[in-house]
């Protein structure tokens, strides 16, 4: 969830007695017990989800340079910091019997306050209508999002490439790691990349699973986009070598083959309903063998369509297409907090550096949110799937630290960590822990607990 400054927690601990949740947290002995023996280190422990921060490639750097080569740079960036501060805003569609209430419900409101006008004739009514209509449209603009489809025709897709692929490639660079490391035994044949763009969910699946991936199926409504990502795989010229296994389509295949891996990363957004949303949910989750990748901006816009979709994914009864969350949650229940419903999203963050063109390049974070959906029963065979993940950013203190997990029992839990409740080790993975992380252990229950603490969060003596 939101990782971005702390305007959270501070507001749980004041200068007084309060009621604090305290969970019952075990520590998982194996883990512990290799940090003791030295096998990794405690900023290593298998909690932690690398990167922390993520370079581009050199050839996709190189490959970008050759693409843009005959474009104006400067430009191009220019417009690319346009596009990234409207996709930060951006909204899905209102739906129809939604919009039509709130229009009536505008167009109500401002007969209302024009009740005791007086028309003497058909001119003093039509003036009447059209001062309503205009007053009615003049609140709409503001009420309502102007949704409309985002055409990317050859430069439009170099300006996306521009200010979008690097924050994409390390936002997939990061997910891909984190299925990587968590089910080593997981190794991809083909990839499903719906709403593919500029072909970033190939090059990430490239850091990984290069020698192993066979088929790309690569599914983007732009013939321009499409055409620029597979100049980018050439090396950035439309005469380089075509890569072997790498397909290109504007549609939605009608065939039943399935993919190892199957992503839609920022593409929901782009779609006019939430029908045609989950439709085109059904149809990904059709294809998917192991695992479905969602990934949207991390707004509350893009929080919701999220975990719109996840919630429909879990409800399917069907045996062959029973789905579980595999990541960020370690349940399979409602949100805690969607149902919290404080404006705040349930986000990620991580760190990226800007593609050297026009200056150098520069770290900037990106704020993202996600949901992997496996495919089949939850088995719980990996004791890390019911770990707590941080869901904010760890609040470290004088011998103790502050952390804030969504739990298996589908609960928002907040744990004080030391060295004197938790034991050394334990305490240091909280303590070097970031949000996005689990903490190798399992909460069991729930009690409160008188906790004096002040303002920034120290425990105070109970004296």
Known sequence: MNCCPIMIAEKMVRRNISSVPKAVLKPDQHVIENINKNIFTIRN????????SVLIPEPFIKAVVNATADYP???LLETSEKLNRHLKGRVPPMEKEEL?????????????RYANVTINNDQDESRFRQ?????TQNILREKVYNWRPIKFDVYNSLVYLL?????E???LAKIFGEIKSRDIDFIPRSLFDFGSGVGTATWAAHRYWKQNIYEYFNVDISRDINDLAQTLLQGGTPKGNKPKGVF???????????YDIVISAYSMMELPSLQARLETVVNLWNKTGKYLVIVEQGTNAGFKIVNEIRDFILQVKHEQNLGTVFSPCPHDDTCPRFLLDDGTPCNFEVTYFTLPLGGSSVAKKELYSYVILKKGKSNNTNPDQKWPRIIRPTLVRHKHCVCRMCTANGKLEEVIFTASKHGKAMYQCARSSKCGDLIPATIEESKSQNVQSDENGQILDDK
């Open 169 to 171: 490639y390390a936002v």
């Open 100 to 112: 039509k209430e709130t229009v009536e419900k505008v167009q109500q409101k401002v007969l209302s």
């Open 248 to 258: 290109y389509r504007q549609f939605l295949p009608a065939t039943k083959v399935t």
């Open 73 to 75: 740079v400067k430009a």
């Open 131 to 135: 001062m309503i209509h205009n007053k």
């Open 163 to 167: 200010g979008r692929s690097a924050p």
């Open 45 to 52: 422990h298998p909690g932690s989800m690398k990167p922390r």
